[in-house]
């Protein structure tokens, strides 16, 4: 498994920006649902989805629950690069 910090790419083309990226969606995330998943910036990770080639799921970082948040724990590269994701 290839790791930047918060995510395993799998292996996946991304750019060089992309941990930055990463950071910045999970620290959204955190603060969107932090309190009700009851994770924090440590306990979260960006996954990619094995059958999905675009797709990345945030899990918590010890079990890796896939947290939903009504959808928002599922986005794809392009969301990530260039959307305004949550």
Known sequence: MH???H???S???VPHSFAGIVARFLGRF???HGKAEMVDIGDVKLIAVRDL???WAVVETQTGTFL???GDGIVTTDDL???DVR
């Open 68 to 70: 939903k948040c009504g």
């Open 81 to 83: 690069i260039y959307g």
């Open 7 to 9: 995510v395993d790419t």
């Open 30 to 32: 955190v603060a969107t």
């Open 53 to 55: 080639a675009d797709h």
């Open 3 to 5: 790791h930047l910090n």
């Open 11 to 13: 292996g996946r083309a």
